[in-house]
């Protein structure tokens, strides 16, 4: 037997998920202009980790009674609120950033891959290639440095760029690099 409640609704509750979309995408305005555009950064981890709460929670507020939104429009102030102290506190204290951030990572040197480093970011060889593919590299001897940083993106910077060494100072492997391609 089908149970078509999985695919219909009913006439009434159309405009609630209207009104609660309205309600919560003025909320989500109101507290972006607050706190400002780093609230829909990727600048750490735990950046990402926020947005995706907050997509968590203006879904459920849209399409479900509950949360209402008043608590959803609070649940959002929250999730703000933490990423605001979080993001403060990691400019404040060096301990804070190490606890939250992840460390940038070198997986590849030149045209040399390290393969302990790759084990380590759980990446594969094939992972590597499409990104050096989409960053234009044709041939690994154009590689100066490629760096899996600390939101999960991959860096990959070309040789014959002049490179300053104050760009890797917080990367682990960095000591792999030759110091005459590190020069600036």
């Known amino acids: 037997m089908i149970d078509w409640s999985w695919i219909v609704t009913s006439p009434a509750h159309l405009p609630m998920v209207l009104l609660s979309g309205l309600g ?57 609120g933490i990423q605001y102290v979080v993001s403060r506190s990691r400019r404040l204290s060096a301990s804070v950033a190490q606890w939250v951030d992840n460390e940038p990572l070198l997986v590849m040197a030149g045209d040399t891959v390290l393969s302990d480093h790759l084990d380590a970011t759980q990446m594969t060889e094939q992972d590597l290639k499409s990104k050096l593919r989409m960053a234009g590299i044709t041939h690994p001897n154009q590689v100066l440095a490629v760096v899996f940083e600390t939101t999960g993106d991959v860096s990959v910077m070309k040789t014959g760029e002049d490179v300053d060494p104050w760009l890797f100072e917080d990367v682990r492997g960095a000591e792999h690099l030759s110091p005459p391609s590190r020069a600036a």
């Not at 989500?28 to 929670?57: H, P, Q």
């Not at 479900?64 to 102030?77: D, E, I, R, V, Y």
């Open 24 to 80: 919560i995408y003025i909320a989500l305005l109101g507290l972006t202009r607050l706190t400002g555009l780093r609230s829909f950064s990727k600048m750490s981890s735990f950046d990402f980790a926020i947005t995706v709460a907050i997509g968590s929670v203006i879904a459920s507020t849209i399409l479900a009674k509950n949360p209402s939104l008043l608590a959803g429009a609070f649940g959002l102030a929250v999730l703000y």
